[in-house]
């Protein structure tokens, strides 16, 4: 489901270049081969999805806002196919018994609640390959911003918008009951440079068995 489509339209109606790539794509890269399949889910300004791209893998980079995407479009798209869509769905623009190697997500899963969280993570388990990862980065209940904001349930709260944070031995449940394995799964600061806020995240990349 959809939530905050138009505060992301508003924001990426003044922030709509593309920035340099996240810590995160760098971090996950020694996984990516030249090819490979991907689908990222809320890809914002495109800065991983063109990072991607240019290491020669095939992206389908999803967002919900119309307003980024559009812009997107307009950049050089080699390798990447914009979608404007709801990523909480089995992606209608791939055939039905077409599958990934790789799913990725930067700071998009808090965007979601956990009854889409769970249905989410069912349709990314069929659409991988056996032996595909799913990468995510994502903020955990220890963020500094956990508790601020209205309480709206299962670690919910919305402030300016809303955001669900993970437990760390939850998520890692969710996962192994669906037949995922955990290749990294850390809790940690951000503590690139290029990062400007003091987020508590959970870094994970899971492998379908
Ligand atoms: C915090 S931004 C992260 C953008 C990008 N991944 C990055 O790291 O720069 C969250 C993005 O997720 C998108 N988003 C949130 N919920 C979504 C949904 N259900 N379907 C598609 N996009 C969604 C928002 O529109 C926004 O662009």
Redesign the pocket.
């Known amino acids: ?4 489509k138009n505060y ?1 339209n508003n924001y990426y109606s003044i922030n709509s270049e593309t920035k340099i790539n ?1 810590s995160f794509s760098e971090f996950i890269s020694s996984f990516l081969t030249e090819d490979d399949r991907m689908i990222e ?5 495109g ?2 999805a063109f990072y991607f791209a240019k290491k020669g893998l095939v992206v389908h980079a ?4 119309e307003e ?1 995407i559009k812009v997107n479009k307009t950049k050089n798209t080699d390798g990447v196919f914009f979608h404007c ?4 769905i089995d992606p209608v623009f791939l055939d039905r018994d077409q599958r990934v190697k790789h799913v990725y997500s ?3 899963l808090h ?2 609640n956990k009854i889409d969280f769970e249905s989410t993570l069912d349709w990314i388990y069929g659409r991988l390959e056996v032996g595909g990862y799913f990468h995510f980065e994502v903020r955990s209940c220890n963020d500094p911003l956990f508790g601020v904001g209205e309480s709206l349930g299962d670690n919910g709260y919305y402030s300016s918008h809303y955001r669900r944070f993970f437990s760390p031995r939850e998520t890692l449940v969710q996962f192994s009951d669906r037949g995922f394995h955990a290749v990294i799964f850390v809790e940690d600061f951000l503590s690139a440079n290029i990062e400007t806020d003091k987020s508590v995240v959970i870094r994970a990349v899971f492998k379908k068995l």
């Open positions: 489901m959809i939530i905050d992301w996240s889910l809320g890809c914002g300004d800065r991983d999803i967002d919900q806002s980024i869509a709801d990523f909480t930067r700071f998009t965007s979601i």
